[in-house]
């Protein structure tokens, strides 16, 4: 292996072995937890933009398995590891990692202290930076302006479907009618509706409001995806013309209840009035603790996000449904005056716990009109 460097936007230099595809690449250095789900996080949308480190020391054991992508290619800027392993053992194993890494274009670096990087960045805050492989360049003042100006931009558009076909093919015949807006997608989302009789048609995340009303979803579901929710202002305002229409629902019509997870989560709450910010260093993997504020009951969830919404923002119509036990922070939400609720976790949970994925159950729940919504 040829030599390899990170550089951090405030001049910190790791230096470790080149692993994936040679050259360089800026991008918003962030850390995840997860022990386990490397395959699902590299498909992962949301992690456009961003160079990816992973806490757990070793990475790769178990190779590379397509069945278990979150979409058809990978979206990270870098890859971050602490052992990589070149000899992967599993029975589903297709590949190794380091050959994903090239296939996919993606410059990592492995054999740094990924603790030493973890603690900087929860102490600093996440902080852009550039992997270069081979040799180190001069660290200039040049250099760190270029590393300090990367922008994560037009990330929705970027990762989401342009046109209406789904990811996953052969879908069974189903009487729920489910709309995906696609704002990058994590696969299992889609595979978790159809595990409960849904049809699901995934939309590119422009289609106007007036389109999916006219075309009477029994439900719509918004997915996640990367970067600023607020920069979505379009994509908000369409969201809240179809929260309008359920609020304000015409004669004859029937209601379409609306479940948000993560950057839908977060733009639902957007468009109902409420505010969002970004955290100091996101939460990113599968051991996050959330309590359900109505049963007390605390569940472990996988997360991935950098902002949140603020809980003082909050609408008299936004009911908090889950909190974040470690910094008190918005984890779920249920609307009083419209069929809609909404998490900042994963209940699809590929990879992670499964514990909250019986919020896809009350989402079918609200479709057949079995539970309504409200929290007094």
Not at 66 to 80: A, H, L, M, N, T
Request: net charge neutral; aromatic share 10%; with cysteine.
């Amino acid at each position: 292996m040829s030599s390899a460097f990170l550089i951090l936007e405030d001049g910190s230099l790791f230096e470790g072995r080149a692993v994936g595809a040679e050259g360089y690449s800026i991008g918003e250095v962030v850390f995840t937890t997860g022990m386990t789900g490397y395959v699902e996080t590299l498909t992962d949308p949301s992690y456009f933009g961003q160079i990816v480190t992973q806490t757990f020391p070793l990475i790769g054991n178990y190779g590379v398995q397509p069945e278990d992508f979150e979409s058809k290619k990978s979206w990270v800027r870098g890859y971050i590891v602490r052992e990589m392993c070149d000899k992967p053992s599993n029975f589903r194993c297709q590949g190794s990692l380091d050959s994903f890494l090239r296939e996919q274009k993606i410059v990592g670096i492995c054999g740094i202290d990924t603790r030493a990087l973890t603690k900087k960045l929860r102490a600093f805050g996440v902080m852009n930076g550039m992997i270069v492989s081979g040799k180190c360049p001069e660290i200039t003042p040049e250099l760190l302006s270029e590393i300090k100006s990367y922008r994560i931009t037009d990330a929705v558009k970027n990762v989401s479907h342009e046109k209406k076909p789904a990811f996953l093919d052969g879908q069974k015949p189903a009487d729920k009618k489910v709309f995906l807006l696609d704002f990058g997608a994590k696969a299992n989302i889609q595979r978790e509706l159809e595990k409960r009789g849904c049809h699901v048609t995934v939309l590119p995340y422009n289609t106007k409001a007036e389109e999916i009303i006219s075309l009477s979803p029994d439900g719509l579901m918004l997915s996640n995806g990367p970067g600023d929710p607020a920069e979505n202002v379009n994509i908000i305002e369409e969201i809240r013309k179809i929260c309008d229409w359920n609020k304000n629902l015409p004669a004859g019509k029937k209601h379409i209840p609306i479940f948000g997870i993560c950057l839908g989560h977060q733009m639902l709450a957007l468009a109902r009035g409420a505010k969002t910010s970004k955290l100091k260093y996101g939460h990113r993997g599968g051991n996050h603790p959330c309590k359900d504020v109505k049963s007390g009951r605390v569940y472990i969830t996988s997360q991935n996000h950098g902002y949140a919404v603020e809980n003082a923002s909050l609408p008299p119509y936004a009911k908090m449904s889950f909190f974040n036990v470690n910094d008190g922070t918005v984890e779920g939400l249920e609307y009083t005056d419209i069929p809609a609720f909404s998490v900042q976790f994963h209940p699809e949970a590929c990879g992670g716990p499964h514990d909250t994925n019986f919020l896809f159950d009350k989402f079918i729940s609200m479709i057949s009109g079995e539970v309504g919504n409200a929290i007094k």
